[in-house]
């Protein structure tokens, strides 16, 4: 059983963790305009801090005995912390849309750094031999640390005034405010903003951008890291600690991460294709090829494709690099044009609903990853 569930370890936990994620972002979308954004912020950072603290309890328990309760229990957890997260994300996200494009940029930029450092901090334990369960104990005890950390950063960010000029007076509108202001008649201070921002607007003018965001996340959840997990060196039998130990994490989870960050790096100097451009769907549609060449690298174990076509270990590494490298850029600019393409108004809930089209095509690719693994 263990080495069953093991097999398809990463296929599970991407459904649990992008299946909650979608539904949590319509949910997050609905109550744009009724419950304020410091609300949805925090409190999903408290369920992400609770949900952390039970697990770091549970790391010095004995599951040996209980393992496929075990393992249920933990993707139960993983949705969770997934569905909080999202909206965690998605508000954090819908907030930036009112600040300069710069701001978007950095809190996507971020989150790629922090798939890099976690990815160094799993080698630097291989390296040093630690007893995994006092590593699991290390790595949990941080994200309790960090996500006080975000509770206190997100109460402080109010009080400066740099945020406050940006912030303040805003709200997202309704059907009958957008129209009103675009007919120029000025009334719409006079309507509420208690309703739900209107969607058909948005996506008119972020139809395109939030295609591109689906499939760019949809061909990168189906390789990462399911097949790039499972690609093993072509010599993982001549007992080098490369071949052995240090392969995998280097080649897909540090490798894809660095590339990730690179890609939404350059994002800060260069933004090319534009918002409207037909380059920017092509590009993205040509990032399919990733699923059929990585699937002909040496993953393992295969069950129906029995040949592999790649046949050395630098081949996954160019490949992961691409992968990671135009994940971060083609996946970070139609996330930043999104907020900007509609009314200011409407920047905080475009933004959730580029979050939406992120999450979804992570959920979708995430249930297809699992039959293309059963598939090889």
Same mark, same amino acid.
């Given at each position: 059983l263990f080495c069953r569930l093991n097999n398809y370890f990463e296929g599970y936990l991407s459904i649990a963790s992008t299946v909650p994620s979608v539904i949590c972002l319509i949910l997050n979308f609905l109550l744009v305009n009724k419950v304020s954004p410091t609300v949805r912020v925090l409190s999903s950072l408290s369920v992400m801090l609770a949900i952390f603290i039970i697990t770091t309890v549970f790391v010095k328990v004995d599951t040996s005995a209980v393992t496929k309760e075990f393992f249920v229990a933990t993707l139960v957890c993983v949705a969770c912390v997934s569905g909080a997260s999202t909206v965690f994300t998605g508000s954090v996200?819908?907030? &930036?849309?009112? *600040?300069? !494009?710069?701001?978007?940029?950095?809190?996507?930029?971020?989150?790629?750094?922090?798939?890099?450092?976690?990815?160094?901090?799993?080698?630097?334990?291989?390296?040093?031999?630690?007893?995994? &369960?006092?590593?699991?104990?290390?790595? %949990?005890?941080?994200?309790?640390? *960090?996500? /006080?950390?975000?509770?206190?950063?997100?109460?402080?960010?109010?009080?400066?005034?740099? @945020?406050?000029?940006?912030?303040?007076?805003?709200?997202?509108?309704?059907?009958?405010?957008?129209?009103?202001? =675009?007919?120029?008649?000025?009334?719409?201070? =006079?309507?509420?903003t208690n309703s739900i921002p209107p969607l058909?607007?948005?996506?008119?003018k972020t139809a395109i951008l939030g295609s591109c965001v689906f499939y760019v996340f949809f061909i990168s959840?189906?390789? *990462?890291?399911?097949?790039?997990?499972?690609?093993? @060196?072509?010599?993982?039998?001549?007992?080098?600690p490369w071949t052995t130990t240090y392969f995998t994490?280097? &080649?897909? %989870?540090?490798?894809?991460?660095m590339a990730d960050f690179c890609g939404r790096q350059i994002t800060v100097w260069i933004q090319f294709p534009g918002p409207k451009s037909k380059l920017?769907?092509?590009?993205?549609?040509?990032?399919?090829?990733? /699923?059929?060449? *990585? !699937?002909?690298?040496?993953?393992?174990?295969?069950? =129906?494709?029995?040949?592999?076509? %790649?046949?050395?270990?630098?081949?996954?590494?160019?490949?992961?690099? %691409?992968l990671g490298l135009s994940n971060g850029y083609l996946g970070t600019l139609p996330m930043i044009y999104g907020p900007k393409v509609v009314h200011r108004d409407l920047a905080e809930a475009a933004g959730v609903v580029m979050s939406f089209f992120? !999450?979804?095509?992570?959920?979708?690719?995430?249930a297809f990853?699992?039959?293309? /693994?059963?598939y090889i």
């Amino acid at each position: 059983l263990f080495c069953r569930l093991n097999n398809y370890f990463e296929g599970y936990l991407s459904i649990a963790s992008t299946v909650p994620s979608v539904i949590c972002l319509i949910l997050n979308f609905l109550l744009v305009n009724k419950v304020s954004p410091t609300v949805r912020v925090l409190s999903s950072l408290s369920v992400m801090l609770a949900i952390f603290i039970i697990t770091t309890v549970f790391v010095k328990v004995d599951t040996s005995a209980v393992t496929k309760e075990f393992f249920v229990a933990t993707l139960v957890c993983v949705a969770c912390v997934s569905g909080a997260s999202t909206v965690f994300t998605g508000s954090v996200f819908g907030v &930036t849309g009112r *600040f300069p !494009m710069r701001i978007s940029q950095a809190l996507i930029s971020g989150q790629a750094m922090g798939g890099t450092l976690s990815a160094v901090a799993s080698i630097i334990d291989l390296a040093a031999g630690n007893d995994i &369960t006092d590593s699991a104990l290390a790595y %949990f005890l941080t994200a309790d640390i *960090f996500i /006080v950390l975000c509770i206190i950063a997100y109460l402080l960010l109010n009080r400066l005034a740099y @945020s406050r000029y940006y912030m303040a007076g805003t709200g997202s509108l309704n059907l009958l405010q957008y129209e009103v202001i =675009h007919a120029g008649s000025g009334a719409e201070e =006079h309507l509420g903003t208690n309703s739900i921002p209107p969607l058909q607007p948005i996506l008119k003018k972020t139809a395109i951008l939030g295609s591109c965001v689906f499939y760019v996340f949809f061909i990168s959840i189906i390789v *990462f890291p399911a097949i790039l997990s499972g690609i093993e @060196s072509v010599h993982k039998n001549s007992g080098s600690p490369w071949t052995t130990t240090y392969f995998t994490p280097l &080649t897909t %989870f540090l490798l894809y991460n660095m590339a990730d960050f690179c890609g939404r790096q350059i994002t800060v100097w260069i933004q090319f294709p534009g918002p409207k451009s037909k380059l920017l769907p092509g590009a993205v549609l040509l990032r399919t090829i990733f /699923v059929p060449l *990585f !699937m002909y690298c040496n993953y393992q174990p295969r069950n =129906h494709i029995k040949t592999v076509v %790649f046949t050395t270990d630098v081949y996954p590494i160019i490949f992961t690099s %691409f992968l990671g490298l135009s994940n971060g850029y083609l996946g970070t600019l139609p996330m930043i044009y999104g907020p900007k393409v509609v009314h200011r108004d409407l920047a905080e809930a475009a933004g959730v609903v580029m979050s939406f089209f992120l !999450m979804l095509g992570l959920a979708v690719g995430a249930a297809f990853s699992v039959i293309i /693994v059963h598939y090889i």
